[in-house]
């Protein structure tokens, strides 16, 4: 569910922070109350390959590619139905509108 509203929805600090906490727990293999030893740096985790780092990338970084990507398919397939849907919830009748501002309530707290 994440990848689908980080496409619609820019993410709000806070709901970055906690995506990061968790995937930060997984990778590292928290369990419950234990901490395993952390072999490697989070900033050597999340670097590109090409620097030396395992590829897993920002999240924030992946909101913004996501949003841009599903923006340039609106702009490209604009006669589609899922895009004037899409710019009637965000953007009114234009596309310029940038990044959508409109906010969706999800279990996890309001984005």
């Excluded at 590109?48 to 490209?76: C, D, F, T, V, Y």
């Excluded at 009637?88 to 309001?110: M, N, Q, T, Y």
Aim: charged share 25%; proline share 5%; hydrophobic share 45%.
């Amino acid at each position: 569910m994440p990848p689908y509203y980080l496409s619609l929805f820019k993410a709000p600090k806070k709901i970055i922070k906690t995506l990061q906490g968790i995937r930060r727990d997984f990778v590292w293999g928290k369990t419950g109350s234990r901490n395993k030893i952390r072999w490697v740096a989070w900033e050597k985790v999340v670097a590109p390959k090409r620097l030396g780092g395992l590829g897993l990338g920002e999240i924030r970084s992946l909101n913004w590619a996501l949003l841009m990507k599903r923006r340039w398919r609106a702009i490209h397939q604009n006669a589609h139905l899922w895009v004037e849907v899409i710019m009637a919830i965000h953007w009114g009748d234009s596309v310029d509108g940038g990044v959508p501002l409109k906010r969706v309530s999800l279990a996890f707290g309001r984005i």
